[in-house]
């Protein structure tokens, strides 16, 4: 914290008076004296990290918003929130988190799932990576060994969607959602495990549908016929693929739309519609031309 020119309103001043904190009440809150809380504000004393995470707290505002530059959780209590959040999304999720983001977005994470509210668009932004990531992850591992890194990163988002209020952080959020539940659905699908499959399935349709994403609930739609088509029932996938290519008609991208029409003719050549099979494959010709 830099010290404050004269006549200058500080940061952390100004977010007292912003939130109708009285300097003797807030110091009273913080277990300090007037004394210190005016020291703080006007930049003569740093307040240690206990009194930083505390101080965000009360006023919920982000560390850089009080003029603070160092992480506000101090060695004890970092390590009991690090088990906590650990214990919310998994070991995996955390080491995904840590290796592509490293240490500095690794707290931002942890921090924002522990105050949903706090969340913000680097951290989204991040979570977006993961999710691309995991994609990319499904081509090199099995999928048991993929399956608790994708659940734990679906648990993180989903509390920071229930806590998020920003409206496009919202909707962002619930897009990683509707993405990563349904990459659990299919993972669970590889591993067997049908009522695990359907319950993800499930959550990936209502997340999908929160984000307003079109062309999202097409692509995972999509999948869900795939799933339907290997368990033997063609008429069900045929139903979802074209539930799918309407979905995404007018969003989803060429080469999407060539795959959900080659779906759909799948569906078709085990119903032995072969007419219509040939129509939905000249469709995927021509969206991919």
Not at 29 to 50: D, F, I
Not at 125 to 131: D, G, M, N, P, R
Not at 250 to 278: P, Y
Request: glycine share 8%; charged share 25%.
């Amino acid at each position: 914290m830099e010290p404050v020119e004269p006549g200058a309103l500080a940061p952390l001043q100004a977010a007292r008076l912003d939130k109708g904190w009285k300097a003797a009440k807030l110091a009273a809150e913080l277990g300090v004296s007037e004394t210190t809380l005016s020291r703080w504000e006007h930049g003569r004393q740093q307040p240690t990290l206990g009194h930083q995470q505390q101080l965000c707290e009360v006023l919920d505002k982000d560390p850089a918003e009080l003029g603070f530059q160092e992480d506000i959780l101090d060695v004890g209590t970092r390590r009991e929130f690090m088990r906590q959040v650990t214990a919310l999304v998994g070991t995996a999720t955390m080491e995904a988190v840590l290796d592509i983001g490293g240490p500095e977005e690794l707290d931002r994470f942890s921090l924002a799932v522990g105050r949903p509210t706090r969340v913000d668009r680097a951290t989204v932004q991040h979570l977006e990576a993961v999710t691309a990531t995991h994609r990319q992850l499904y081509h090199h591992l099995s999928s048991l060994e993929l399956v608790d890194p994708v659940t734990g990163h679906l648990r993180g988002v989903t509390r920071l969607l229930r806590g998020a209020q920003h409206r496009l952080l919202r909707r962002r959020l619930a897009a990683i959602a509707g993405e990563t539940a349904g990459h659990a659905a299919w993972l669970f699908h590889d591993l067997g495990d049908q009522k695990l499959t359907e319950r993800y399935y499930a959550d990936a349709t209502i997340a999908t549908r929160k984000a307003g994403d079109p062309a999202l609930d097409a692509y995972v739609t999509g999948f869900k016929s795939l799933v339907r088509a290997s368990d033997g029932e063609p008429t069900t996938a045929l139903a979802l693929a074209r539930a799918a290519r309407q979905a995404g008609a007018r969003s989803a991208t060429a080469t999407t739309r060539a795959w959900l029409a080659g779906l759909e003719a799948q569906a078709l050549a085990s119903l032995h519609d072969n007419k219509a099979c040939f129509v939905a494959l000249r469709q995927a010709e021509t969206a991919i031309g």
